[in-house]
């Protein structure tokens, strides 16, 4: 399949970067930091998404959604890269859409139509310590009457102090069950947590919270199939986003090289920057390919489909760690002060570079799948 968008593809993409531009450009982000906003995200711009048809891009139509797929998913994580818009669109509309798509007709009715408009928050709750690891979940679920008592505790849940339901993602005797779960449910505790680049996650704390077996989403034999597609596609929406800042990053530092000027040149003039840039531009390139690439094996169902999203998760996190430090170091250092941008981006690109698998855990997955 070339690595290209398609004619509706390129239309959502500049549809994206347009209304991202206009209603939430890198001023947004400021003006929530700044501010110190509670929520630290926008209910109204939100709801705009849903207005835009981005926040149900992969929900099916018949749910209030787009009805799109993995490719869609990804050019507006990109955007949202691109600016850095602190938004609950990889949280909800990504992972826990993904994952109650496979709910039960009421689960679905009840969230996805709400996801989809920008009404509600969901956020799925997998990782419990500094670092991703699904595999090693050791929050528990044990069956208490017709439902279940969950017992543990989550972190780097996105946007959880402001999600309306949690997916809980809990180990039981028969497998990884995932579960909804009402915040305001007795037992339930979430702490928010404001991130180096001003974008949000929280702590949640799960101390003997009682659940029916109608919030249990699907079964408990599909539980960690279920949580992997959702986690595949939310980590190749994460490198799209990484492809977005990091290019967005160099773009940002060409026009520092064409306007600044140094021994009465400007510094884009001078050989040794050129060849950077141009070094940076190739790899760039190659990352914005592999995550494309990671996006249409999704789409396709593809066998090999959660190594080439291994592939590129880890590709573009190393290409974006590049571009930010690029920038930073071609504006002579004053990059990291607050009153430039590229700065915001090294944050970002930190954050994001952790969310859903750094390259050691991609590299290594990579490495398993052939036979290491």
Request: net charge negative; with cysteine.
């Given at each position: 399949m070339p690595l290209i968008l398609t004619e509706e593809?390129?239309?959502?993409?500049?549809?994206?970067?347009?209304?991202?531009?206009?209603?939430?450009?890198?001023?947004?982000?400021?003006?929530?930091?700044?501010?110190?906003?509670?929520?630290?995200v926008s209910r109204e711009l939100w709801r705009a998404f849903g207005e835009m048809g981005f926040a149900g891009v992969v929900i099916p139509e018949a749910r209030g959604g787009s009805g799109l797929g993995a490719v869609e998913a990804g050019v507006v994580a990109e955007a949202l890269g691109r600016t850095l818009t602190p938004s609950p669109f990889l949280g909800s509309s990504v992972l826990?859409?993904?994952?109650?798509?496979?709910?039960?007709?009421?689960?679905?009715?009840?969230?996805?139509?709400?996801?989809?408009?920008?009404?509600?928050?969901?956020?799925?709750?997998?990782?419990?310590?500094?670092?991703?690891a699904p595999a090693r979940i050791a929050?528990?679920?044990?069956?208490?009457?017709?439902?279940?008592?969950?017992?543990?505790?989550?972190?780097?849940?996105?946007?959880?102090?402001?999600?309306?339901?949690?997916?809980?993602?809990?180990?039981?005797?028969?497998?990884?069950?995932?579960?909804?779960?009402?915040?305001?449910?007795?037992?339930?505790?979430?702490?928010?947590?404001?991130?180096?680049?001003?974008?949000?996650?929280?702590?949640?704390?799960?101390?003997?919270?009682?659940?029916?077996?109608?919030?249990?989403?699907?079964?408990?034999?599909?539980?960690?199939?279920?949580?992997?597609?959702?986690?595949?596609?939310?980590?190749?929406?994460?490198?799209?986003?990484?492809?977005g800042a990091g290019d967005e990053a160099f773009r940002i530092t060409l026009e520092y090289l064409r306007t600044r000027q140094q021994f009465g040149k400007f510094i884009g003039e001078f050989q040794a920057l050129q060849h950077r840039a141009a070094h940076l531009f190739t790899e760039l390139e190659i990352a914005k390919a592999a995550?494309?690439?990671?996006?249409?094996?999704?789409?396709?169902?593809?066998?090999?489909?959660?190594?080439a999203v291994s592939v590129a998760k880890a590709k573009a996190g190393r290409v974006a760690d590049l571009a930010v430090q690029e920038a930073v170091?071609?504006?002579?250092?004053?990059?990291?002060?607050?009153?430039?941008?590229?700065?915001?981006?090294?944050k970002r690109v930190r954050v994001l570079n952790e969310l859903l698998g750094d390259a050691g855990f991609h590299q290594e997955r990579v490495a398993r799948s052939h036979g290491f």
């Open positions: 593809q390129t239309m959502l993409k500049e549809a994206a970067d347009g209304f991202l531009n206009e209603k939430a450009p890198i001023a947004h982000l400021r003006k929530l930091r700044d501010s110190r906003d509670p929520d630290g826990a859409a993904t994952v109650l798509k496979g709910g039960s007709e009421a689960q679905q009715a009840a969230w996805l139509p709400k996801i989809a408009s920008g009404e509600a928050i969901v956020s799925l709750a997998v990782d419990e310590g500094a670092k991703h929050a528990s679920a044990e069956r208490s009457g017709n439902g279940f008592r969950l017992t543990g505790a989550k972190a780097m849940v996105l946007d959880g102090h402001v999600a309306d339901a949690l997916i809980v993602a809990a180990r039981t005797d028969e497998g990884v069950g995932l579960f909804l779960v009402d915040p305001k449910t007795a037992g339930v505790g979430v702490e928010r947590t404001v991130m180096v680049d001003a974008h949000n996650a929280a702590r949640v704390m799960l101390e003997n919270v009682e659940v029916d077996a109608e919030d249990l989403i699907g079964s408990l034999e599909d539980g960690e199939a279920r949580l992997e597609r959702a986690l595949n596609l939310g980590r190749a929406c994460a490198a799209a986003s990484l492809t995550a494309l690439g990671a996006l249409q094996a999704l789409d396709s169902g593809r066998e090999d489909a959660a190594f170091q071609m504006h002579g250092g004053v990059g990291m002060t607050d009153e430039f941008d590229v700065g915001l981006f090294m």
